[in-house]
């Protein structure tokens, strides 16, 4: 247990429907990423919150959005969903602010869209 | 352009048998290079992180090199378990920017059969 929570650990949704992903880090880690896994391809990286401010960005859509709140916790926005936004969703968190530190991944969210 | 390639795509081997996958990158300017095992439909958990002065790094059964005047690295499993079974991840990391880039390798899926 990397002690990375991330709720819902399913859904299943429409075409054009918007859903919200949501990450708890580990205790302490002030950062939190969020990366794309579909089927059959590596991980893609989306955007990196540290203590409630964007600090990068990756290949992140226009119609996806992420915030981190006060007590550091996230969210990712996915909306006018496709076919293709099918995958994998992972959250990550670490302790430090320019990713040079360890990786503690979450259990992931399997978004299916029909 | 940075890229992180791994070698094989996949490798089948049997149960107490060593192996070793390989990752070569083109990545610059370097910072550290991570190994990843992830399981089937599971977030990825942190193996070994080795910098430009590190040259080995081992974690239990797994022994991670690093050669950064090739620019390349190597996973070496000893006695492997059927548990070992899963996707094996090389990723780099450049630095440069607010936050560390990460370039993903795809992955070595390995299979270990009783």
């Known amino acids: 247990d990397s002690g990375v929570t991330q709720t819902p650990k399913h859904l299943i949704t429409a075409t054009g429907q918007r859903v919200t992903l949501r990450c708890s880090p580990r205790?302490?880690?002030?950062?939190v990423y969020w990366y794309q896994q579909s089927l059959d391809q590596g991980l893609q990286f989306l955007i990196q919150y540290y203590n409630g401010e964007e600090r990068a960005k990756g290949n992140i859509l226009e119609r996806f959005s992420a915030q981190q709140f006060p007590d550091l916790h996230s969210e990712l926005n996915l909306s006018s969903l496709e076919l293709g936004d099918s995958a994998l969703y992972f959250c990550?968190?670490?302790?430090?602010?320019?990713?040079?530190?360890?990786?503690?991944f979450g259990p992931g969210t399997r978004l299916t869209v029909l | 352009k940075n890229q992180v390639e791994q070698s094989p795509q996949s490798l089948i081997i049997l149960e107490g048998k060593n192996c070793t996958l390989q990752c070569n990158y083109t990545v610059s300017p370097f910072s550290n290079l991570r190994w990843y095992k992830q399981d089937t439909g599971r977030g990825p958990v942190s193996l070994t992180i080795m910098t430009f002065s590190e040259n080995t790094k081992s974690n239990g059964r797994y022994t991670a090199t690093l050669d950064a005047d090739t620019k390349q690295s190597s996973l070496h499993i000893t006695a492997s378990q059927l548990s070992d079974s899963a996707s094996y991840i090389c990723v780099v990391s450049a630095r440069g920017g607010a936050t560390n880039k990460l370039i993903f390798g795809t992955g070595t899926l390995l299979a270990v059969q009783p």
């Open positions: 205790s302490g880690d002030l950062s």
């Open positions: 990550a968190s670490s302790v430090a602010p320019a990713g040079e530190d360890t990786q503690y």
